[in-house]
């Protein structure tokens, strides 16, 4: 797999050591913080098909939000962590449903979102974009006019595609790969996502040389680590974990692994954790 890094290797041979049990179920109630300390143990919704935030090579699971979860529990002293693969569409479903105590799921943090989960700080930002086949006309969502356009279900990005672009057609698809195979395919003229995600779609299926992004980004999509709602003591000590990894620099250790000059993406989003005061 070309996104595997000898850092990621190295960690996920750590938790391959570690994560042997498995933590008990979230209960309606039940305080989170108290649980997950308790136990040591946490069990964490991540997407297994969107390199390079989430993705796996057998029982292995890579990323920036795989390794930012396994940092983020390690400064809360829990070395048990069990990932538990989610797609856009059932994430909060699960959530809720106590199946994950926690979702680090490229999950943009959205006022309607915030009715149902609780939202960390956020922890990166991308923005949406739009992919086409190079031999596309399309230069920018201005072009799609009538065309096809492939979404996920459970994204945000229909609905900002019905903003910039009202004309267009919207295909939903279930998961990520169905989405990439439908542009390769010809079932639509484009798909819009987030554009990181774009990119590591065609990397991971060796066809970058066959697709392009039209245009430039044209949302914000700022990443949210969520949890479930009245769960306020797990996600400050969440919020306190993300500030002291962007303060000794391990945030950044773990962006510049996925997105820095030496990685296979080399993307500077301009995003900075701002932390709190003491």
Not at 8 to 29: D, E, K, N, Q, Y
Not at 32 to 41: C, F, N, P, Q
Not at 182 to 190: G, I, Q, S
Request: charged letters at 20%; one cysteine or more.
């Amino acid at each position: 797999m070309i996104f595997r890094t000898l850092f990621a290797v190295i960690i996920l041979a750590f938790l391959a050591g570690c994560g042997g049990s498995t933590p008990p179920r979230a209960m309606p109630g039940v305080d989170l913080h108290d649980r997950v300390l308790s136990a040591k143990a946490v069990r964490v919704g991540v997407k297994a098909d969107t390199p390079p935030f989430g993705f796996r090579e057998g029982d292995l699971w890579f990323g920036f939000d795989v390794e930012m979860a396994l940092m983020v529990f390690q400064e809360m002293g829990i070395k048990d962590v069990v990932f538990v693969p989610v797609t856009s569409a059932n994430r909060i479903e699960k959530l809720r449903a106590g199946e994950v105590d926690c979702l680090f799921a490229s999950m943009t943090i959205t006022r309607k979102r915030e009715k149902s989960v609780d939202f960390s700080i956020p922890y990166f930002q991308d923005g949406q974009g739009l992919m086409v086949k190079s031999t596309s006309p399309v230069q920018s969502y201005l072009d799609l006019g009538s065309k096809r356009v492939g979404t996920v279900q459970g994204s945000t990005s229909a609905d900002n595609m019905s903003q910039v672009a009202p004309d267009a057609r919207i295909v939903p698809y279930a998961d990520y790969q169905a989405l990439f195979q439908a542009l390769m395919t010809d079932k639509v003229d484009a798909i819009s996502s987030d554009s990181i995600i774009l990119l590591g779609l065609a990397k991971a299926a060796n066809a970058s040389n066959g697709v392009r992004l039209a245009g430039g980004v044209f949302s914000t999509e700022p990443y949210g680590i969520a949890v479930p709602e009245n769960q306020s003591r797990f996600r400050d000590a969440i919020n306190e974990s993300l500030q002291r990894l962007w303060e000794t620099g391990r945030w950044q250790q773990v962006y510049d692994t996925w997105f820095g000059p030496r990685s296979q993406f080399k993307v500077d989003t301009g995003f900075a954790i701002t932390p709190f005061p003491h």
